[in-house]
């Protein structure tokens, strides 16, 4: 395919001094995705192989932010994120592919990810994560870091801006471009982004892991809250709050977090880095402890409520609470839209259902022969007995029912199996009985 490359057309980039080419190197540029404080990201394409990619192309110098043309900073330092990132192997880490000149312009190859959107998109309140997934996705994240750290590996600026989540919902953390291994800090000046920055950067004095933990605390804490925790007018105001310890407590910016999490802040947020988390790792686990206890927390409310639910249901009416849990935790829950057949008339099934919530009917071929409501049940006779469907049942409107089949039996005590078929023969019985008196009256009539 490198054969058949496009002649090449360079065209200005809007806004800035930058003019690139349609093609540089093997690859070829679709479109523009982005913008960085050290490059600005193209979609491009691999000739050969057709794969696509991610391609940073380093600004010129009167491009670059005030701040790094102070420092001086020069294509060896663009292309220290290639060396250094080219290293790290994780699933949550950008992969960098490639790295090259082509004339006076600078370009890493980068892995490009369909979809990917940074995590500053969720600092809106109209895109505000739910708190179970800020922990979700900020546990990985601190995984990532703590790869990184390992390999002695210094990010350097954890921002929500460098934080990619992706279509499948996993996280990238990309940008090492002012990257440094630990303890041979090349650019020496504050560089990176203050409003994300720990004390000890602010105060230009050595970098580590700790500060990094605060970083990433402070990400936490906007994705949680939607504001700064150290909030003020201006980033000088940030900075002031910052240096004098002025945590503003993470539940009066947003009541109704788990108090776990407030009591987490200052072993991440706290000025002096001895007294925050020592690795990253450690923040993770704590993150995933608290994610953990919440799910339980959740399980143990759901069972309860489904619990209750059985409980006003006069099939289990001989069944104690306890005996009711083992059979809301064995029963599947399974909702259902309006028209959706739950059993098929002749169908093979052993399985028996309660309805929760909602309406069905029952037919006999097309013929529509009875109604269904919440405490009703079908599917008795093929639960005890193992009998082909005599009728079909379909949901009348939107349905929540339990259903309960070999699988679900197998998991219930033998007393609570024993009264669970005990139940299932009084429907029987009663049915029979209806039947049956049906069955009189109409002889009767016809007499």
């Given at each position: 395919?490198?054969?058949?490359?496009p002649?090449?057309?360079?065209?200005?980039?809007?806004?800035?001094?930058?003019?690139?080419?349609?093609?540089?190197?093997?690859?070829?540029?679709?479109?523009?995705?982005?913008?960085?404080?050290?490059?600005?990201?193209?979609?491009?394409?691999?000739?050969?192989?057709?794969?696509?990619?991610?391609?940073?192309?380093?600004?010129?110098?009167?491009?670059l932010?005030?701040?790094?043309?102070?420092?001086?900073?020069?294509?060896?330092?663009?292309?220290?994120?290639?060396?250094?990132?080219?290293?790290?192997?994780?699933?949550?880490?950008?992969?960098?592919?490639?790295?090259?000149?082509?004339?006076?312009?600078?370009?890493?190859?980068?892995?490009?990810?369909?979809?990917?959107?940074?995590?500053?998109?969720?600092?809106?309140?109209?895109?505000?994560?739910?708190?179970?997934?800020?922990?979700?996705?900020?546990?990985?994240?601190?995984?990532?870091?703590?790869?990184?750290?390992?390999?002695?590996?210094?990010h350097?600026?954890?921002?929500?801006?460098?934080?990619l989540?992706?279509?499948?919902?996993?996280?990238?953390?990309?940008?090492?471009?002012?990257?440094s291994?630990i303890?041979?800090?090349?650019?020496?000046?504050?560089?990176?982004?203050?409003?994300?920055?720990?004390?000890?950067?602010?105060?230009?004095?050595?970098?580590?892991?700790?500060?990094?933990?605060?970083?990433?605390?402070?990400?936490?804490?906007e994705?949680?809250?939607?504001?700064?925790?150290?909030?003020?007018?201006?980033?000088?105001?940030?900075?002031?709050?910052?240096?004098?310890?002025?945590?503003?407590?993470?539940?009066?910016?947003?009541?109704?977090?788990?108090?776990?999490?407030?009591?987490?802040?200052?072993?991440?947020l706290?000025?002096?880095?001895?007294?925050?988390?020592?690795?990253?790792?450690?923040?993770?686990?704590?993150?995933?402890?608290?994610?953990?206890?919440?799910?339980?927390?959740?399980?143990?409310?759901?069972?309860?409520?489904?619990?209750?639910?059985?409980?006003?249901?006069?099939?289990?009416?001989?069944?104690?609470?306890?005996?009711?849990?083992?059979?809301?935790?064995?029963?599947?829950?399974?909702?259902?839209?309006?028209?959706?057949?739950?059993?098929?008339?002749?169908?093979?099934?052993?399985?028996?259902?309660?309805?929760?919530?909602?309406?069905?009917?029952?037919?006999?071929?097309?013929?529509?022969?009875?109604?269904?409501?919440?405490?009703?049940?079908?599917?008795?006779?093929?639960?005890?007995a193992?009998?082909?469907?005599?009728?079909?049942?379909?949901?009348?409107?939107p349905?929540?029912?339990?259903?309960?089949g070999?699988?679900?039996?197998?998991?219930?005590?033998?007393?609570?199996?024993?009264?669970?078929?005990?139940?299932?023969?009084?429907?029987?019985?009663?049915?029979?009985?209806?039947f049956?008196?049906?069955?009189?009256?109409?002889?009767?009539?016809?007499?």
């Amino acid at each position: 395919m490198g054969e058949n490359a496009p002649r090449s057309v360079t065209r200005k980039i809007r806004g800035l001094s930058l003019a690139v080419s349609n093609t540089i190197g093997k690859y070829d540029l679709v479109r523009e995705l982005g913008r960085g404080s050290t490059g600005v990201v193209f979609e491009g394409v691999e000739r050969d192989t057709g794969q696509h990619v991610a391609l940073k192309i380093m600004l010129p110098e009167q491009d670059l932010p005030d701040s790094l043309q102070r420092l001086g900073f020069t294509p060896k330092h663009f292309f220290n994120e290639a060396r250094i990132a080219a290293a790290i192997r994780h699933a949550n880490v950008l992969r960098v592919l490639d790295a090259g000149t082509q004339g006076r312009l600078c370009y890493i190859v980068l892995e490009l990810v369909p979809g990917a959107r940074s995590l500053s998109e969720f600092l809106q309140p109209e895109h505000r994560l739910p708190y179970q997934r800020v922990l979700a996705l900020l546990c990985r994240t601190a995984l990532a870091l703590d790869h990184v750290h390992k390999l002695g590996i210094l990010h350097r600026d954890v921002k929500p801006g460098n934080i990619l989540l992706t279509d499948k919902d996993e996280v990238k953390l990309c940008d090492f471009s002012i990257s440094s291994k630990i303890g041979e800090q090349s650019l020496t000046e504050i560089v990176g982004s203050p409003r994300y920055m720990s004390p000890e950067q602010l105060l230009r004095r050595p970098t580590t892991q700790r500060s990094e933990v605060f970083s990433l605390g402070i990400v936490l804490y906007e994705l949680l809250t939607l504001s700064h925790p150290f909030e003020a007018e201006d980033l000088k105001g940030i900075v002031r709050r910052m240096l004098s310890d002025e945590l503003r407590p993470l539940l009066e910016c947003m009541p109704g977090l788990p108090v776990e999490l407030e009591e987490l802040m200052p072993r991440v947020l706290a000025r002096n880095p001895a007294e925050r988390f020592a690795t990253a790792r450690e923040l993770a686990d704590a993150l995933g402890g608290i994610l953990e206890q919440q799910h339980r927390l959740e399980r143990t409310n759901l069972l309860q409520k489904r619990v209750a639910t059985l409980k006003a249901f006069k099939f289990f009416e001989e069944f104690s609470e306890e005996e009711l849990r083992e059979v809301a935790v064995a029963g599947d829950w399974e909702e259902y839209t309006g028209r959706a057949e739950i059993v098929r008339e002749g169908a093979a099934s052993g399985c028996f259902y309660l309805l929760v919530s909602g309406s069905a009917e029952i037919y006999k071929g097309n013929t529509l022969v009875d109604q269904l409501g919440p405490g009703d049940c079908f599917g008795e006779m093929g639960f005890l007995a193992g009998i082909e469907r005599t009728a079909s049942v379909v949901a009348d409107t939107p349905l929540r029912a339990v259903k309960f089949g070999g699988q679900a039996e197998a998991q219930l005590s033998v007393e609570v199996r024993s009264k669970f078929h005990r139940a299932c023969s009084r429907i029987v019985v009663y049915r029979l009985r209806q039947f049956t008196s049906m069955l009189s009256s109409d002889l009767k009539g016809n007499s």
